[in-house]
C-alpha cells in the first residue's frame, strides 16, 4: 500500500518553525514526510534537514519523497527519543528547529495489517517499530485486569474502563484474544447499548492500547526538555498532538521552560537560580481552520504548541 497521510496544520506548523534557508532543521515524526518536503523547499544548499521515523514504511515513503532535496537530507530510522543520540553522531550540536506530529498516520490506520484500526479484521499488533516485541495481542493477553483497567482510564479516557478490562480477562481465559473484530465484540459486550451510540465503541480502547504499545505519552514526557535543550537562540520546537493526554504534557513542559523557578512565591527576589529558557510563541494553541476541518476529518482534534529558545 502507498504511504498516504496528509499532514495536518502543515502551513500553520512551516509558518511557526519561522525557517531559515542556512538552518538546521529536524522532523522527529518523519511519516510520509509531508512537513519535511515543505521545509526541504525552504532551505538553500546550505541548509540540512534530518529526519526521524521508527517505521520502516515511513522510512522508504519519505526517502522517495525527498529525493530531490537529497544533498541536504538525513534520514535515520530511530525514535524522537533519541534525538541527542542521532544529532551528536552526525555532529550537530544544535538545530534551528524541530517538528514533531504526534500520534498514528494515516497509512498505518488504513494498513489492514499492521493492527491499529478497529475497522479490519486483523491480528492485534499496533507496533509503530516492528522491531519491538510488544505487541497490542501481548497486552490484551498479558497484562492484568487492573492493568488493562488503568490504561483503558488513563489513556483512552473511557467511560466504561473496567467493565472491559473484566470482560477481556473472562474472555482470555476460554481462549487467546488474537484479532481486532474479536476485541471489537468484547467491547461492544461490555458498553451498554445506549452508550454505543457516538461513535464506533472500540475507539477510545484501541487508542489505550496504541499509547501503551508503543509507550508514546512516557516517550514524549521523557523528550521535551531534551529537545528545548537542542534549540538555538531564536530556534522553535512545534508539536502538533491529536488528544488532552498529548496536549497537556506539551503544555506543561513549555510552562516549566518558561518560568523554571522554583522559590515559594514569597521571596523578593529568585535565589534558585533557574532561568527560563524561552517562551510560547502563542498564548493558546493554533486549530485547524474551516478549509482544513472540511477537507480532512482527522484533523478535528490537532493542536499546534509553539516553542522559542531565548538563550
Avoid: W
Avoid at 506548523?13 to 525552504?42: A, F, M, N, Q, W
Avoid at 537529497?70 to 533519541?82: G, Q
Avoid at 508539536?239 to 497537556?248: N, V, Y
Amino acid at each position: 500500500m502507498e504511504f498516504k497521510h496528509k499532514s495536518v496544520l502543515l502551513e500553520e506548523t512551516i509558518d511557526g518553525l519561522d525557517i531559515k534557508p542556512d538552518g538546521i532543521y529536524v522532523d522527529g515524526t518523519l511519516g510520509g514526510g509531508g512537513h519535511s518536503y515543505e521545509i526541504c523547499k525552504r532551505l538553500s544548499k546550505e541548509g540540512r534537514l534530518i529526519g526521524i521515523d521508527q517505521d520502516e514504511d515511513a522510512i522508504l515513503a519519505a526517502s522517495e519523497r525527498l529525493a530531490d532535496f537529497s544533498d541536504r537530507v538525513t534520514i535515520v530510522r530511530s525514535n524522537y527519543c533519541n534525538m541527542g543520540q542521532v544529532l551528536s553522531e552526525l555532529g550537530i550540536e544544535a538545530v534551528d528547529g524541530i517538528v514533531l506530529d504526534l500520534g498514528v498516520s494515516s497509512y498505518q490506520l488504513d494498513t489492514k495489517d499492521r493492527g491499529f484500526s478497529y475497522k479490519y479484521d486483523t491480528e492485534l499488533d499496533m507496533r509503530m517499530d516492528r522491531r519491538q516485541a510488544l505487541t497490542a495481542k501481548d497486552i490484551i493477553n498479558g497484562y492484568s485486569e487492573k492493568d488493562l483497567f488503568r490504561i483503558f482510564r488513563d489513556y483512552g479516557e473511557e467511560q466504561f474502563a473496567q467493565n472491559i478490562a473484566k470482560h477481556i480477562v473472562k474472555k482470555r481465559q476460554e481462549k487467546e484474544i488474537a484479532t481486532t473484530f474479536e476485541l471489537n465484540e468484547i467491547i461492544k459486550a461490555a458498553i451498554p447499548a445506549k452508550f454505543r451510540t457516538n461513535g464506533h465503541p472500540s475507539k477510545r480502547v484501541f487508542q489505550a492500547i496504541r499509547i501503551e504499545c508503543n509507550k508514546e505519552l512516557d516517550v514524549l514526557r521523557d523528550s521535551m526538555d531534551m529537545m528545548i535543550s537542542l534549540l538555538k537562540p531564536k530556534g522553535r520546537l512545534c508539536i502538533i498532538t491529536f488528544h488532552s493526554l498529548e496536549d497537556r504534557i506539551v503544555k506543561s513542559a513549555f510552562r516549566k521552560n518558561e518560568n523554571p523557578c522554583t522559590c515559594p512565591p514569597e521571596f523578593p527576589v529568585c535565589v534558585c537560580g533557574r532561568v527560563s529558557l524561552g517562551k510560547s510563541v502563542f498564548r493558546k494553541p493554533v486549530l485547524p481552520g474551516e478549509k482544513e476541518l472540511e477537507e480532512n476529518s482527522r484533523s478535528k482534534s490537532a493542536k499546534l504548541r509553539v516553542f522559542e529558545r531565548s538563550v
